[in-house]
């Protein structure tokens, strides 16, 4: 079979362009897949309910919390590359729907290596359809306790505070998982939906230097049941951030938390004004690269 010379050109510019397109996908994963050094921390905008995307400097996944149902698939490439589909670690620190329902569209679109969870159960059907999911694929699971360290590559950690015990009975949210993430001498508190009776208990198992951290990710959405006055001392944080969806019925957050805040001087940052926002860490200082948050100033 032969071509005529016009077909001959539109065949080799074709050629071309994908040769182009593959190489520009072959650059970008050399330079950005493994963060040159950096740790990369995106607290998503998920609406109401928690997401947080953490990948190491070595290019490895956690996916803390997944928020309520069709907002994480939306959110995610803001920070992970689009045509990666696995995940490393899941880590469910409640099974309430805006933490968990996610996860449903995450289990379809995504490959996951691990599931970390608490241990608390719930009734709904969000629950018992995340579950089947999991036993389906196959997916090993643990539960998340004090002292549990999980090594994300490249020198980040994801250290647990809580649960130090089993709290199978508890209410889900005082039964929180809440870790710190750890990258060269930065530092990020994860905090699920914990309670000032959860930061009562990690306040008195560690030293406020193990507590110590950059970045505080407010518990409960800025609810007035979490961030107490002796936590936020402990944390000692630079910066405080929310997930709460735009005018949520509950009123999150709550002026008694911003006082708190206001209080040690920390500079809040919430994703119902600034939509996603995006930390970096070099191991040596953090930064903000959220375009809405840089164009605040904040």
Known sequence: MYLDKTKKKKHIWAYAFFILIVCNIFVWHLLFAKNNGLLTVAVLDVGQGD???VE????HQMLVDAGPQGKILKALPSAMSFYDKSIDVIVITNPDADHIAGFIDILKNYKVGLVVEPGTFNKSATYAKIEQMIAEKNIPRILAKRGMKIHMG?????TVLFPDRDVSNWSVNDASVVGRLTYGKTSIMLTGDSTKK????ILSENQASGLKSDVL???????????SPDFVSAISPVYAVMSDGKENS???????????LEKFKVKILRTDLLGTIIIKSDGQSIWLVS???EARNI
Do not use: M
């Open 291 to 293: 375009l809405l948050a």
């Open 56 to 59: 190491s400097p070595s290019g």
């Open 198 to 201: 959860t930061e009562g208990i």
């Open 51 to 53: 997401g947080i995307y």
């Open 250 to 260: 509950y009123g999150h957050p709550h002026k008694e938390t911003l006082s708190t």
């Open 217 to 227: 990710k407010v518990g409960h959405h800025g609810s007035r049941t979490s961030t």
């Open 154 to 158: 490249g020198g980040a950690v994801f």
